[in-house]
């Protein structure tokens, strides 16, 4: 379902082949909501942000932003880039390695700056990783999403998301294809850091500007869903969940139920791969 015809240069070997393998499975098997697409920019740089749900979280957001005349340009984590053939495909597919909670992340952090002033469009998933709180509502944000807003200046598109975890559960070894799952997505308007671009990017204007990406993704999901977020952020630090990879020992959260894997199925968990990397450290 092309809404708006493609605005970038030629978009490459890597996204020819990438689009002819997932986006048939995702039409097979999901239904889409889209609300407000309209609202991601047509031309220009920008940061898009989006709630975590499920590995399978960036195919659904780069449908709707391709779709809508956009390449979305991901921070992917940097263990992907070690394959030969998977590190030649994100490059020349535009992704961005990012090496979490490590100095090499500031490299993360001025490849997306330098791609957004080039006028690129930029996917950040401001948790850092899938959501650890238990009822998949978007927990604490970490800096990075922030910091590239507050340098560049370029407009913060929030995408509330709901659905993909009933695709593929967090964590879960194997996705539940059938019956077609439903998709909610709706974009917000921009993030309004205006009174924050134009002063110097301390910590305080860092936090701030965090702290209203993560409000502005909040209420979008609680609109997706129709429920009520939560009062308070779930913190895994406070909470004393490990922030990256699997958070459960002795197990997969959530798996989802057991239909056979097949082709489909593989290829669709594995082309999820992970971009849920964010550059920043916890605000």
Sequence with gaps: MK????????????????????????????????????????????????????????????HIVWDHGRIPRYLAKAGLFKNWFLGYFFRSAGQIPVYRASRDAMGAYDAAVAAVRAGRCVVVYPEGTITRDPGLWPMVGKSGAARIALETGAPVIPIGQWGAQALLAPYAKRPDLFPRKLITMKVGDPVDLSDLTGQEHTPAAVTEATKRIMAALTKLVE?????????????????????????????????????????????????????????????
Excluded at 18 to 27: E, Y
């Design 223 to 283: 609109e997706v869903r129709g429920e009520t977020a939560p009062a308070e952020r779930f913190n895994p630090r406070t909470a004393g969940v490990k922030e990256f990879g699997n958070p459960h020992e002795g197990g997969r959260r959530g798996k989802a139920t057991s239909t056979p894997q097949n082709s489909a199925g593989d290829a669709l968990r594995a082309s999820g791969a992970d971009f849920s990397g964010d550059p920043g450290v916890e605000a």
């Design 3 to 62: 809404v708006r015809r493609f605005q970038e240069d030629k978009r490459g070997w890597a996204w020819t082949l990438g689009l002819s393998v997932v986006k048939p499975i995702l039409l097979m098997t999901t239904k889409r909501r889209w609300i407000d697409g309209e609202k991601i920019p047509a031309t220009g740089g920008a940061l898009i942000v989006a709630n975590h749900i499920s590995e399978v979280d960036p195919l659904i957001v780069a």
